[in-house]
């Protein structure tokens, strides 16, 4: 923890690293190579230790069982009130994942099981995913996808996204973006449902819905942000 403390503020030399740390040469050295097999701590191109990936990977697994536990109890919610299934979404490479759902009871319905991997071209959770991404990864994401930039400049704008017949043929969907720390879009909350229950404009229908849940997530998510910095302090 403490060669892990030292490489907060930046990269480290070994002699920058023992300075910093207090600890013997040798010491300083065969805790950070064993650190870097574990990933924890790897190589700038200059050859300074710097923080590893692996640091990165469990902060986004903390987040999001953090994520989990304040969306789940909101998708219920969601779906009680617009009848229909509600799921949340996250990015992952070209994927998108099904991370929660709440759905339906009965009836017609979309069934999207959790852990399910759906493509990025296609749906309104996928506009959402793709809308506030850097222009280089939207150009990409628009290749072949259902929607076009002018569709993305709108989900932007209203800050919520509809699909009709998208990714399934009689399946519609509303979808809104969840924000994390600084803002940035992390998420999207979405109900979806047959073409006949939600119409050829379902955003009419429950846009003001989801988007309230998208908020009551992300407002969660700020407000635990700012308890933990507090905490920390």
Known sequence: MTVLDALESGPASLAQLVQITGLARPTAHRLAVALERHRMVSRDSQGRFVLGPRLGELSIATGEDRLLAIANPVLTQLRDLTGESAQLYRRQGDVRV????????????????????????????AQVLVAWEDSERVRRALRGAHFTAATLSQVRRRRWAQSVGEREQGVASVSAPIAGAGGRVIAAVSVSGP???????????????????????????????????????
């Not at 099981?113 to 309104?124: C, D, I, K, T, W």
């Open 98 to 125: 099904c991370v929660a759902a709440a759905e339906r009871t009965s009836g017609l319905r979309d069934t999207v099981p959790v852990g399910s991997e759906l493509p990025m071209n296609a749906g309104s959770a």
């Open 195 to 233: 073409l006949e229950r939600l119409t050829r404009s379902p955003g009419r229908l429950h846009a003001p819905a989801v988007m309230a849940a998208a908020d009551k997530i992300s407002e969660a998510l700020r407000n635990h942000e700012a308890q933990s910095s507090v905490v920390s302090r």
